[in-house]
């Protein structure tokens, strides 16, 4: 269901532009992989209600959680998988994922997903597995800002290893180009639609001053800010995000409404307001993905639906199922 419309959607919205490819199939109900929605249903059948008791919690406290647990599903999925790898501390042979350039000082969350795992091991000990919970989590967070709702395939097992250099390699940097960033979602399986539905992530939550410096003062080396940058609001980001010092300062991804997952994110992308230069180069350097952003910030359903469907996509990235991998007892280590 949630593809067809898609594909109706994408067929009379882009007609022009749109390559066949951008109407392919999502892993609408996990079709591809054995994840399925009702997987915890006979062996824990609260674990969904407890999920998201946690979660409301957690982002009633602060509002921002919500975001920074989205963002940890994505830089779990992009990184062997959606497997948890992303929360295993350092020791016992394992290096941190957590110590990576996208997720040092930026990464956060864990403490709730700990929260989570302790509710969940108490209600049924060894059943609900790390990496299930983070896609909770993250449709949890979505849905409480406001965004939509969808049927999570759960079943994922956790892994025993992580990877630094997955870690560093796999997940885009705000300052990759358009080409590159478009090349790493691709190889996790992901197409244009993906990213830029996904890119609307950055309707909620906040960036470090040291993630876009670069744009106020020296995009290209020549000593000027980044031309796709409106100069009222590049003013502005100078004021709180100088050219040296404050790099931990934080700013609103999408400064019109922080904290309700809508589409308003687009809409600024349209006025050079995007934050980020991996937000802006959505509108710059490819004209499909520019179709994408125009017709996500005309409707915001239609935003909302490719949101959901494609991250149900991307939380099929290589599941372990089956044999393979475990059910942590302790989200941050590995099984003894
Ligand atoms: C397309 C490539 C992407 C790039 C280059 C990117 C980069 C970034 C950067 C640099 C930040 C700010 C980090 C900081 O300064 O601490 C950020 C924040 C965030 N990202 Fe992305 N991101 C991308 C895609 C995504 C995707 C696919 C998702 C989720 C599905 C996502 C969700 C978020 C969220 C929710 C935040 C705010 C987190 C918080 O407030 O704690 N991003 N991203
Ligand atoms: C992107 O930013 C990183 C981290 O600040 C930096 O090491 C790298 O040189 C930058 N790359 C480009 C192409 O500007
Ligand atoms: C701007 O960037 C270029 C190339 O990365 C560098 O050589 C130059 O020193 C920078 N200028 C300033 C003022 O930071």
């Not at 999920?51 to 921002?64: D, S």
């Not at 110590?99 to 989570?116: E, H």
């Not at 960036?207 to 009222?232: A, E, H, I, V």
Request: glycine letters at 6%.
């Amino acid at each position: 269901m949630a593809v067809s419309i898609r594909c109706f959607f994408m067929a009379i919205t882009l007609l022009a532009f749109a390559p066949l490819s951008l109407c392919h199939k999502g892993y609408g109900g996990g079709g591809g992989s054995s994840l399925y929605p009702q997987y915890y249903e006979k062996s824990c059948p609260r674990a969904l209600e407890i999920v998201r008791f946690e979660v409301a919690k957690a982002v009633a406290k602060e509002a921002r959680m919500a975001a920074s647990l989205l963002r940890l599903a994505f830089h779990d999925c992009f990184v062997q998988g959606c497997d948890a790898s992303i929360l295993l501390d350092s020791g016992n042979g394992i290096t941190s994922e957590k110590n990576s350039n996208p997720n040092r000082k930026s990464a956060r969350g864990f403490n709730v997903i700990d929260d989570i795992k302790a509710a969940l091991e108490k209600e049924c000990p060894h059943t609900v597995s790390c990496a299930d919970i983070m896609q909770l989590a993250a449709r949890d967070s979505t849905h409480l800002s406001g965004g939509p709702f969808w049927e999570v395939p759960l079943g994922r097992k956790d892994s025993r290893s992580a990877s630094l250099s997955g870690s560093n390699n796999n997940i885009p940097a705000p300052n990759n180009t358009f080409q590159t960033i478009l090349t790493k979602f691709k190889r996790q399986g992901l197409d244009l639609v993906d990213l830029v539905a996904l890119s609307g992530s950055h309707t909620i939550g906040n960036s470090r001053c040291t993630s876009f410096r670069q744009r106020l003062y020296n995009q290209s080396g020549n000593s000027k800010p980044d031309s796709t940058l409106d100069q009222y609001y590049a003013a502005q980001l100078r004021n709180r995000c100088p050219r040296s010092g404050g790099d931990q300062n934080l700013f609103f991804l999408d400064f019109v409404s922080p904290k309700k997952f809508d589409n308003s994110y687009f809409k600024l992308l349209l006025a050079n307001k995007g934050l980020l230069n991996s937000d802006q180069v959505l509108t710059t350097k490819s004209e499909a993905s520019l179709q994408l952003v125009k017709a996500y910030a005309e409707n915001n359903e239609l935003f909302l639906q490719h949101f959901a469907s494609s991250m149900i996509k991307m939380a099929n990235i290589s599941p372990l199922t089956g044999s393979k991998g475990e059910i942590r007892k302790n989200c941050r280590k590995i099984n003894s």
